[in-house]
């Protein structure tokens, strides 16, 4: 057995947790990446993604405390269940051609992903050492995004040779693969047996009433820190309605969309391993680490959307019931190279920003503490603040915004984010033994006027 990680080692643990991650968000990014759930009207999938994402609100709000509750495994695991739910929801619109039941199962995936993702969170930025945090970030973000890249592959081979709305048996094998993810998530150890590459265990403290942990939470509005960070956490899923929706569901043919996955969440392993040797190099200062680490996220957010602008101003809608996009050429499709390739590289360049913001994202909220059960209601937060942008996000795809005005939006919600990050940079200590928030007087003293 040499060579084997024990069981209860925190990065076997992330690296269970990346498979559990693998087989159900990422399967579901896959779909959701082809714009609307793999539908031609786009309608029912933004509904049911605003559903998701305002149940995800209040269960993320709530998922720390359920959490430090009952643990992490079967709370997973009916997260994960959840996932399969709503794949399984298009084949009864493919088939009906009612969406009520795809609504219904996005508003249930809500309530179980704000707490999947919610001890998520509590797991990555918990279990490693200081020395190791971008290293296991890296871990598990290279397993999670092959669940998007083999869910790319899935729908580039059930859909090769079909166009419009995905076929009853990519959904079939989508539903399939995500319950094996959820599965997955009844062989997490309890965090209280898992020990660190040092010896060192995991501190939980039990928690005995969930209304006063949930009002814990809230709390958090108040916390200097947590205002800082809150656009950022408002638009860390907000651009993936534009992405998914009028630019890679809108430009490209069915077959062509799996294509682009492939490349989108492949884009964001590489990224991810990359970026991490960055935030770990314990050679430079933590300081010098997020400003560095926060100036390349800058920098990609602006090239990405500056390209995405060239492309929105050559067309204003992707296919409907009365025509094709008004793109020149109409749809893409990857065996057309000369036209093919641009825009493809562009919506993986894409998959980089978002490995770039999430990483750094993680990495900034992991300096502030380092116990695990503030950190559970941290995670909590992220995901409630980070569901309310997405909420509004795929409602103004479901409105029909422009897409030009969708664009602008995005991108200055981005670089506004971004300017915050670097002012928190600033102020990151060189250690988080001694929790930040914790000290939110001092911390109040020192910025003098902004918080007065």
Same mark, same amino acid.
Request: charged content about 10%.
């Given at each position: 057995m040499r060579g084997f990680l024990p069981y209860f080692a925190a990065r076997t643990q992330v690296v269970i947790l990346g498979f559990i991650c693998f087989g159900c968000p990422g399967m579901f990014n896959a779909l959701n990446g082809t714009g609307g759930g793999g539908q031609v009207d786009r309608t029912a999938g933004?509904? &049911?993604? *605003?559903?998701?994402?305002?149940?995800?609100? #209040?269960?993320?709000?709530?998922?720390? =405390?359920?959490?430090?509750?009952?643990?992490?495994?079967?709370? +997973?695991?009916?997260?994960?269940?959840? $996932? &399969?739910?709503?794949?399984?929801?298009?084949?009864?619109?493919? /088939?009906t051609g009612n969406s009520w039941f795809t609504i219904w199962a996005g508003a +249930?995936?809500?309530?179980?992903?704000?707490? !999947? %993702?919610?001890?998520?969170? +509590?797991? +990555?930025?918990?279990?490693? #050492?200081?020395?190791?945090?971008?290293?296991?970030?890296?871990?598990? %973000?290279?397993?999670?995004?092959?669940?998007?890249?083999?869910?790319?592959?899935?729908?580039? =081979?059930?859909?090769?040779? /079909?166009?419009?709305?995905?076929?009853?048996? =990519?959904?079939?094998?989508?539903?399939?693969?995500?319950?094996?993810?959820? #599965?997955?998530?009844?062989?997490?150890?309890?965090?209280?047996?898992? !020990?660190?590459?040092?010896?060192? /265990?995991i501190e939980i403290k039990r928690v005995d009433n969930i209304v006063a942990d949930a009002v814990a939470i809230l709390r958090m509005f108040m916390d200097p820190w947590m205002l800082i960070l809150v656009p950022?956490?408002?638009?860390?899923?907000?651009? $993936?309605?534009?992405?998914?929706?009028?630019?890679n569901g809108s430009l490209f043919?069915?077959?062509?969309?799996?294509?682009?996955?492939? %490349? $989108?969440?492949?884009?964001?392993?590489? *990224?991810?391993?990359? !970026?991490?040797?960055?935030?770990?190099?314990?050679?430079?200062?933590r300081k010098k680490r997020a400003l560095y680490g926060v100036i390349v996220t800058f920098v990609a957010v602006n090239t990405v959307w500056a390209g995405a602008l060239v492309m929105q101003s050559k067309y204003t809608h992707g296919a409907t019931a009365s025509g094709p996009t008004d793109y020149p050429g109409g749809a893409i499709d990857f065996k057309e *190279?000369?036209?093919?390739?641009?825009?493809?590289? #562009? $919506? =993986?360049?894409?998959?980089?920003?978002?490995?770039?913001w999430n990483n750094m994202a993680y990495w900034l909220l992991r300096t502030i503490t380092n116990d695990a059960s503030?950190? &559970?209601?941290?995670?909590?937060?992220?995901? &409630?603040?980070?569901?309310?942008?997405?909420?509004?996000?795929?409602?103004?795809?479901a409105k029909a915004v422009a897409f030009k005005t969708q664009l602008f939006v995005n991108w200055g919600l981005l670089d506004v984010s971004a300017f915050l990050m670097i002012y928190l940079s600033f102020r990151i200590r060189e250690s988080s033994e001694s929790p930040a928030s914790d000290s939110e007087d001092e911390f109040k003293e020192e910025q003098g006027i902004l918080f007065a």
């Open positions: 933004n509904n &049911a993604n *605003t559903a998701l994402y305002v149940c995800f609100i #209040l269960s993320g709000l709530f998922g720390g =405390a359920i959490i430090n509750k009952f643990g992490v495994r079967f709370t +997973m695991f009916i997260g994960g269940i959840m $996932y &399969a739910l709503y794949s399984g929801s298009y084949i009864y619109i493919n /088939h +249930m995936l809500g309530l179980g992903a704000g707490i !999947f %993702w919610t001890a998520q969170g +509590m797991i +990555m930025m918990s279990y490693p #050492l200081e020395s190791e945090k971008g290293r296991f970030i890296t871990i598990f %973000w290279v397993i999670f995004n092959l669940g998007g890249v083999l869910g790319g592959v899935v729908l580039l =081979a059930t859909n090769f040779n /079909h166009d419009g709305p995905l076929s009853d048996a =990519a959904y079939a094998a989508f539903l399939a693969i995500e319950v094996c993810g959820a #599965l997955c998530g009844l062989v997490l150890a309890p965090p209280s047996r898992v !020990f660190r590459s040092d010896g060192s /265990h950022m956490m408002f638009s860390s899923n907000f651009y $993936y309605s534009y992405q998914f929706g009028p630019y043919t069915t077959r062509t969309k799996g294509f682009n996955n492939i %490349w $989108y969440w492949g884009a964001q392993m590489g *990224t991810s391993f990359v !970026f991490t040797r960055l935030l770990d190099n314990q050679r430079l200062s *190279t000369a036209r093919a390739v641009g825009p493809c590289i #562009l $919506y =993986a360049c894409m998959g980089i920003q978002d490995a770039l503030k950190l &559970a209601r941290y995670a909590g937060f992220y995901k &409630a603040i980070q569901s309310i942008g997405a909420a509004v996000s795929w409602q103004l795809d």
